[in-house]
């Protein structure tokens, strides 16, 4: 299936955490001087408009960027990532756009490091495609499936990766994939740094997922979800999204201590707002 698309839900609160974490991920990255590579399995449009177009129908970045970018008191993880929205909308009072994954990475990109970025949607991949027209070698642009594209990118050459997998979760058989397409991954490459999101839906494939990833052997593993309201009796609707790194950062979990609970008062819509974080260290 190749009906989703991610306009329709751009900035929203699953971005907000998502988009963070990456920002975490690559700035403990660029602590060292060695080149990584960025590897995106399903990377969107890589910019989306909140002015027009998708994003407007649901307006969901109103209970997502837009409650936070105009803030004073976020906390410095949380900033950083939002510095890269305003960075994008160039000192603009309103907010006009939003930045996918690939964009953010480009955002902390240096000059010897490289994304690879895979979007099997036509129309997606050609947008990915005129968004990175000028980035040249340090950005590659794949009309391909991300998870069988693994295998054309791992090991990377620097040996250091970061790679994030959100697809769409349209089918169930998507859930399965992850678990699959990861466990390759680490039978690759190891050390990479693999960072998957998921919704939290009123559905058991959600729930399982998070519990199979803990099983896959990664040295360390951390899971933090964020649930913005209780789950609708009608079961319909996501109700918040988590993020389970593999290999994550030793700082990455008092990044989220100090995040997670800003999120939950800032982002919560009922009584039902929380978070979650657990971790296993090596």
């Given at each position: 299936m190749l009906s989703y698309r991610h306009a329709f839900h751009?900035?929203?609160?699953?971005?907000?955490l998502k988009h963070c974490i990456e920002v975490m991920l690559l700035d403990y990255m660029n602590q060292k001087d060695k080149p990584w590579?960025?590897?995106?399995?399903?990377?969107?449009?890589?910019?989306?408009?909140?002015?027009?177009?998708?994003?407007?129908?649901?307006?969901?970045?109103?209970t997502g960027i837009a409650r936070l970018w105009q803030r004073t008191d976020l906390p410095a993880p949380l900033q950083r990532y939002v510095d890269v929205v305003i960075d994008l909308n160039a000192g603009s009072a309103h907010l006009q756009l939003y930045p996918g994954s690939p964009y953010v990475a480009q955002a902390l990109q240096r000059r010897d490091d490289k994304l690879r970025l895979f979007e099997l949607h036509p129309s997606d991949s050609k947008l990915l495609a005129e968004n990175f027209l000028d980035a040249g070698r340090a950005a590659k642009v794949v009309q391909a499936d991300g998870f069988a594209s693994i295998k054309s990118v791992l090991p990377p050459p620097p040996r250091r990766a970061l790679m994030l997998i959100d697809p769409p979760y349209e089918e169930k058989h998507d859930y399965v994939r992850v678990?699959?397409?990861?466990?390759?991954?680490?039978?690759?490459?190891?050390?990479?740094?693999?960072?998957?999101?998921?919704?939290?839906?009123?559905?058991?494939?959600?729930?399982?997922?998070?519990e199979k990833l803990k099983k896959l052997g990664a040295k360390s593993w951390l899971h933090v979800a964020l649930t913005v309201h209780a789950p609708r009796a009608d079961g319909f609707g996501m109700h918040g999204s988590g993020m389970f790194i593999l290999n994550p950062p030793w700082t990455l979990s008092n990044e989220l201590k100090e995040v997670m609970p800003y999120l939950v008062q800032h982002l919560g819509l009922d009584n039902g707002a929380k978070y979650l974080l657990e971790q296993q260290t090596a």
């Open positions: 751009a900035g929203n609160h699953a971005d907000v590579w960025y590897i995106d399995t399903h990377a969107g449009a890589g910019v989306y408009s909140l002015t027009q177009g998708y994003a407007t129908k649901n307006a969901e970045f109103e678990v699959e397409t990861l466990k390759e991954a680490l039978e690759r490459f190891p050390t990479g740094t693999y960072a998957v999101w998921y919704p939290q839906l009123s559905r058991a494939e959600t729930k399982q997922m998070p």
